[in-house]
């Protein structure tokens, strides 16, 4: 079992930035995927972005050149910085974690709220 604790959501002018934290504890492979995930009202959940334990990082093109995926991996903590943040990024951000290993396991984090509005 992986559990995971967000923070770093809130609310925000559009134009501003904000980070999100997502810190994985418990049962970790050595070969793992984190990331993030949002969900805005009425809308299905979509990928933001991802990055592996290598270090290797994937973006939805909604957020390409605006957002920004780190890790730690000696914590076990991933980041998102955002910036230029959009009323359109308004949701429920959800870190994701997978382990790779002989299957694939895969863990969610509670959600955090982003607003962006003036």
């Known amino acids: 079992q992986v559990q995971l604790v967000e923070s770093g959501g809130g609310l925000v002018q559009p134009g501003g930035s904000l980070r999100l934290s997502c810190a994985a504890s418990g049962s970790i492979f050595s070969i793992n995927v984190m990331g993030w995930y949002r969900q805005a009202p009425g809308k299905q959940r979509e990928l933001v972005g991802t990055i592996t334990s290598a270090g290797f990082t994937n973006y939805a093109d909604s957020v390409k050149g605006r957002f920004t995926i780190s890790r730690d991996n000696a914590k076990n903590t991933a980041y998102l910085q955002m910036n230029n943040l959009r009323p359109e990024d308004t949701a429920v951000y959800y870190c994701?974690?997978?382990?790779?290993?002989?299957?694939?396991?895969?863990?969610w984090g509670q959600g955090t709220q982003v607003t962006v509005s003036s």
């Open positions: 994701h974690f997978q382990n790779w290993g002989t299957s694939i396991w895969t863990y």
